[in-house]
């Protein structure tokens, strides 16, 4: 079945330490995408990538840092100079322009739960 | 940036009612796409719309594109339980350069349905 993977469900980090969250996908899709989600809050973008090598910042890229080697993988790194990470994150990918308007839609991971300790 | 007001923020409802909800924008949307999030999980999307004026139902949820471009409307008919969760509007914007697809999110509207 395709679909988008992120790894691990939940995770727990002590202050001072870089931790990176993993998001893989099957549906061939070309672009992917990083967002935090907080308590009673909407999504916020953190990074996007339209093809391998590539990538461009979000509205709240500070202190987090993503790499795109493959088209199926889009890994995100909280570092320490991230404030307050504790979040759930979510992973998303959407196919590119087909001639249709459907090119908008955005497919989301089960997402990871960063706690910091 | 762009922003979608969503309301209402939280509805408390009894199984067996229909539920309202809309999405607002200052500036016009192309693709209007609701999304429903369970507890600790991912959106999933419910539903797409893409012309102004288009009424699109997905089971008992029924959705549709505000004739001005600027709001859309999700209804839930006769909820049960299971429709516990919460629900974003989302879109990409319009207004200037390219969006490299990315999409502006309601704040959702949080759902909760008593037995």
């Known amino acids: 079945d395709g679909g988008i993977t992120q790894s691990p469900k939940y995770l727990f980090r002590k202050e001072g330490q870089n931790v990176t969250l993993s998001c893989e996908q099957n549906?061939?899709?070309?672009?992917m995408y990083w967002y935090r989600q907080d308590p009673g809050q909407g999504l916020r973008l953190i990074y996007y990538?339209?093809?391998?090598?590539?990538?461009q910042k979000g509205d709240i890229a500070e202190g987090y840092s993503v790499s795109r080697e493959k088209k199926e993988s889009f890994p995100l790194t909280v570092t320490s100079a991230q404030k307050n990470p504790t979040a759930f994150y979510l992973c998303?990918?959407?196919?590119?322009?087909?001639?249709?308007?459907?090119?908008?839609?955005?497919?989301f991971g089960p997402g990871t739960r960063l706690t910091v300790l | 940036g762009q922003q979608l007001n969503q309301s209402p923020q939280s509805m408390f409802i009894q199984e067996g009612e229909d539920v309202s909800m809309n999405c607002t924008s200052s500036s016009i949307f192309n693709t209007w796409l609701w999304y429903k999030q369970d507890p600790g999980e991912g959106p999933v999307l419910l539903i797409a719309l893409y012309k102004a004026g288009e009424l699109t139902s997905n089971g008992r949820l029924t959705a549709q594109f505000g004739i001005t471009r600027k709001d859309s409307f999700l209804n839930i008919s006769a909820s049960i339980p299971s429709d516990v969760g919460i629900y974003f509007c989302?879109?990409?914007?319009?207004?200037?350069?390219?969006?490299?697809?990315?999409?502006?999110f309601g704040q959702g509207t949080i759902l909760t349905v008593h037995p």
């Open positions: 990538s339209q093809i391998v090598n590539d990538f």
């Open positions: 998303a990918s959407r196919k590119l322009a087909g001639g249709t308007l459907s090119y908008n839609e955005q497919f």
């Open positions: 989302a879109g990409p914007p319009i207004a200037g350069g390219t969006s490299y697809g990315k999409l502006t």
């Open positions: 549906l061939n899709h070309d672009a």
